[in-house]
């Protein structure tokens, strides 16, 4: 019996030791450059197990089977950082365990997502407006998401496969706000993207840019960053981004520690190196989106602080309207995302 109870002694030791000893890190696909994990692994002796998401939805789902466990740090959106958060899904924030985090821009803290960031630290941010083919559509001829249902773009079109983003969209388009859960409202952006379903080409959340670069699609829904990107790749400005008249739709993407995390104090060094001017820098320069971190975009070249893809010009994201979560009223842009999806 004793032999036994040593030996399981042992093995409880060796697993605590195997999970102090690295992190599992839950992250959007194309979203964090693989130097800056190797780099936090040189630094702190901490390996790092990466994997990927599509979607909000499918890390939500995932983390809810998993019991909040089996991650150390993952990034959802700032309306899922309030579905996680309400949910009691997360574990409080120890501030003491990170001294960056006064790098970070005052003016994306404390919002109603998170109440004093009890829970979050804002990662990245962006928009998602309109992209377009260069060499096959005149930038200046697209004003507005309406655009989009030009005869002309028939077959050549490319949206999100995000169900907020797309409803989003229709729902600007009709007037209504974004996070509005008035059903009437939902049908009626339903109907409008009913209309636009067959010259849709594709769906995509992986990298949206492939479809322009691969020249399947001309136009249509892309985040910021994915422009950024595609435009370094080609070595010149294939694709132009445009703010349309209705405003873009911004986002603000966070770290949170799961509840279960089995290894909290590797997460909070994880999110604290996040945190350094120098990674920031190097993350905002690589995926293209905009760094909520004041000193790395100081230390950032000025093609990229000063690209309007990446930072907004002035007043733009001030009057835009943020994402928010819709408590049980998602059921109903559900019902509709999948009545959409499945529309022939």
Known sequence: MKKLLCLAVLLTTAATAQAASQIH?????????????KRFTAETGIKVRYSTYESNEAMYAKLKVMGAKGYDVVVPSAYFVNRLRTEALLHPLDKEALPNFDNLDPALLDKAHDPGNRFSVPYLWGTTA??????????????????????????????????????????????????????????QAYDLLAQLKPAIAVFN??????????????????????????????????????????????????????????????????IDFILKPEIGK????????????????????????????????????????FTNDLGPAIALYEKYWELLKTKN
Not at 227 to 251: C, D, H, R, T
Not at 291 to 305: D, G, I, Q, S, Y
């Open 25 to 37: 890190v839950y992250n959007w696909t194309e979203y964090m450059p693989d130097a800056a994990l």
């Open 130 to 187: 309109i992209g377009v083919d260069r060499a096959v559509v005149d930038p200046a001829a697209i004003t507005s998401y309406q655009d989009l249902w030009n005869p002309a773009f028939k077959g050549r079109i490319a949206l999100n496969d995000d169900l907020r983003e797309v409803f989003g969209m229709a729902l600007k388009i009709c007037g209504h706000s974004i996070n509005t859960t008035d059903e009437a409202k939902v049908k």
């Open 205 to 270: 959340a992986d990298a949206p840019r492939l479809p322009f670069l691969n020249k399947e699609v001309v136009i249509g829904l892309i985040w910021s960053g994915e422009v950024f990107q595609a435009n370094s790749e080609a070595g010149k400005q294939v694709l132009a981004y445009v703010y349309p008249k209705e405003g873009p739709m911004p986002w603000l993407d966070s770290m949170v520690i799961p509840k279960n995390s089995p290894n909290k104090a590797g997460a909070h060094r994880f």
């Open 282 to 321: 190097m993350i905002s320069e690589t995926v293209g989106y905009a760094t909520p971190n004041r000193k790395a975009r100081n230390l950032l070249p000025e093609a990229v602080r000063n690209n309007p893809v990446v930072y907004p010009p002035a007043g733009l994201i001030e009057n835009a309207e």
